[in-house]
Nanobody, 115 residues
Framework: QVQLVESGGGLVQAGGSLRLSCKASISIFSINAMDWYRQAPGKQRELVATITSGLTTNYADSVKGRFTISRDNAKNTVYLQMNSLNPDDTAVYYC?????????WGQGTQVTVSS
């Protein structure tokens, strides 16, 4: 069973920054892609950022230039650095990976941006 534990969420003012962390219970060295999703109240869960084992990154248009995804295989951890936050970024943020064909999600961490 794979466990993902997110941390780093909180309340921040518009324009501020947060750094989310997601620690996996397995080695992520061979995990091709790890992702961050978010879900705002009343909205569908959306893909925010992806990082591959080759360190290729992709971002949702809404966060390009503001968010940076990274991974530390030695620590089995993926990060999401979020800068220039605005109220539209308010959501529960989830870490995700696929392992042997199964999808695994963290419990989520709340990010609230006040105006």
């Amino acid at each position: 069973q794979v466990q993902l534990v997110e941390s780093g969420g909180g309340l921040v003012q518009a324009g501020g920054s947060l750094r989310l962390s997601c620690k996996a219970s397995i080695s992520i060295f061979s995990i091709n892609a790890m992702d961050w999703y978010r879900q705002a109240p009343g909205k569908q869960r959306e893909l925010v950022a992806t990082i591959t084992s080759g360190l290729t990154t992709n971002y949702a248009d809404s966060v390009k230039g503001r968010f940076t995804i990274s991974r530390d295989n030695a620590k089995n951890t993926v990060y999401l650095q979020m800068n220039s936050l605005n109220p539209d970024d308010t959501a529960v943020y989830y870490c995700h990976l696929r392992f042997w064909g199964d999808d695994y999600w963290g419990q989520g961490t709340q990010v609230t941006v006040s105006s």
